[in-house]
């Protein structure tokens, strides 16, 4: 954040292996994988930097020279590789070994694989209007189950009127699914040891407070976990542009 509370860091997943989208990853990492003309990255970067975000981190570990190459002719937003080729982190552990290069003040962590057709604000920017650090620990953005393409489960959280977040009851279901982008603050990590571990430890230890909080996304969320949500994904995104013309 600056001086005047603004956040304008971010952290950006880019290390995973890719699995389900096979055989396209086996020979190029996800975030590489193109949308739309675009690499799956630089529409989260795109986005980040839309929002007046200054600096992300990017962390690499799978095919991580491809995705080094790729950043090398981005100009904004200013980027800092994390390099986590000698260890698979998991997400939280990722974040947890770049800290160092964040920072000690609130960021966004994105998912290098989670897009959505805008509606009429930037997400980013309503995320990041929505922060309220004297309550809030993590603010996730949540995409509407009946308004995302390509997802078929049962959905993570549910919202309440205040904007505070509870999960899934184990055998039922909920509205709402993490879109893959968040705030966090960073002391919620003090105390983790182990090195690898999930963002979800982060999530819960920050509802078990009463401090994570969710805003909804406007627009559709889109799901490309494999190549056929991939495929449905460019129908979708060339059918809402033939509309818009």
């Known amino acids: 954040m600056t001086r005047e509370g603004k956040i304008n860091t971010a952290m950006v997943l880019a290390a995973g292996f890719g699995t389900r989208m096979r055989p396209i990853t086996d020979t190029i990492p996800k975030p590489l994988v193109r949308l739309d003309g675009r690499a799956l990255i630089d529409h989260a970067l795109d986005r980040l930097a839309d929002a007046g975000i200054a600096r992300a981190v990017v962390n690499v570990h799978y095919l991580a020279n491809q995705?080094?190459?790729?950043?090398?002719?981005?100009?904004?937003?200013?980027?800092?590789?994390?390099?986590?080729?000698?260890a698979v982190l998991e997400t939280g552990g990722g974040v947890a070994k770049a800290l160092p290069l964040l920072g000690p003040q609130p960021?966004?962590?994105?998912?290098?694989?989670?897009?959505?057709?805008?509606?009429?604000?930037?997400?980013?920017a309503a995320l990041t209007a929505a922060w309220e650090p004297h309550r809030m620990d993590v603010l996730l953005l949540l995409a509407h189950r009946d308004r995302s393409l390509g997802y078929k489960e049962?959905?993570?959280?549910?919202?309440?009127d205040?904007?505070?977040?509870?999960r899934r009851p184990r055998d039922g279901e909920a509205a709402h699914v993490y879109a893959g982008v968040s705030i966090l603050n960073p002391p919620l990590f003090d105390g983790i040891a182990d090195r690898a571990f999930?963002?979800?430890?982060?999530?819960?230890?920050?509802?078990?407070?009463?401090?994570?909080?969710?805003?909804?996304?406007?627009?559709?969320?889109?799901h490309v976990g494999t190549p056929e949500a991939l495929a449905d994904a460019e129908r979708f995104l060339n059918d809402r542009r033939r509309r818009t013309a």
Do not use: C, Q
Not at 67 to 86: F, G, K, M, N, W
Not at 154 to 160: H, K
């Open 67 to 86: 995705i080094e190459a790729h950043l090398h002719a981005r100009r904004t937003p200013e980027i800092t590789v994390s390099d986590e080729r000698d």
């Open 107 to 124: 960021f966004i962590v994105h998912n290098s694989d989670s897009v959505w057709s805008e509606g009429e604000r930037s997400n980013i």
């Open 154 to 160: 049962r959905g993570d959280y549910t919202l309440g």
């Open 162 to 166: 205040d904007g505070r977040l509870a």
């Open 198 to 222: 999930s963002l979800n430890r982060i999530f819960d230890k920050a509802m078990a407070e009463g401090r994570l909080f969710g805003v909804e996304l406007d627009g559709t969320w889109m």
